[in-house]
């Protein structure tokens, strides 16, 4: 079921909180920022959005991208929020101001997936083109690529020491990726 407009609910009561309105079509992805006080959504309207967590009130809208929204990812110190999306780019903007900082190029189909490292310092990128690939997320520079997997990625993320990253795919598998040596070689 998809919705235009995600409810937010309080999880001790259970009564519904705030409807965030804003988006013209349905979302594909929603994120809190780290200390909880933002809330990011991604929609196939091709624009992301953030919200004040407790009031429900919008804050900003990132427009740049010509094709849907299909993830959003905080940085760990919220300074910072990557929007992948199906006209294979990743965005970076300044979560205070909504300002547009780096746009990271090398996808050559939908970005399913994006992740910041626990440290900040790098962004990894899962995309329907079947590759994994990894970027400065001060630079934007492009790092890294892997490839693995037979079909679509749609899902990465990085163990809590930063050293690993599972990528999960449609072809059935997650495979581990041991990332330290590549960006330690670079």
Same mark, same amino acid.
């Given at each position: 079921i998809y919705h235009r407009t995600p409810p937010s609910w309080d999880y001790i009561t259970g009564e519904h909180i705030h409807t965030l309105k804003g988006h013209t079509n349905y979302f594909t992805r929603v994120s809190f920022s780290p200390d909880g006080k933002t809330i990011a959504t991604g929609s196939h309207d091709g624009i992301a959005r953030l919200w004040d967590a407790k009031t429900g009130e919008h804050i900003h809208t990132l427009k740049g991208h010509t094709r849907?929204?299909?993830s959003v990812s905080f940085s760990p110190d919220g300074k @910072? =929020?990557?929007t992948g999306s199906y006209d294979g780019t990743i965005r970076l903007w300044d979560t205070k101001t909504g300002e547009h900082i780096h746009t990271l190029k090398g996808h050559t189909s939908c970005v399913s997936s994006v992740s910041f490292s626990p440290d900040g310092k790098t962004i990894a990128t899962?995309?329907?083109d079947v590759t994994l690939r990894?970027?400065?997320a001060k630079?934007?520079?492009?790092?890294?690529?892997?490839k693995g997997?037979?079909?679509?990625?749609?899902?990465?993320s990085f163990s809590p020491d930063g050293? @690993? =990253?599972a990528t999960g795919s449609?072809?059935?598998?997650?495979?581990?990726?041991d990332i330290i040596p590549s960006i330690l070689s670079k």
């Open positions: 849907s929204v299909s @910072t =929020i990557a899962g995309s329907w990894l970027w400065d630079t934007g520079e492009h790092i890294q690529i892997f997997h037979t079909d679509h990625i749609w899902s990465v050293k @690993t =990253i449609h072809d059935s598998t997650v495979l581990l990726w």
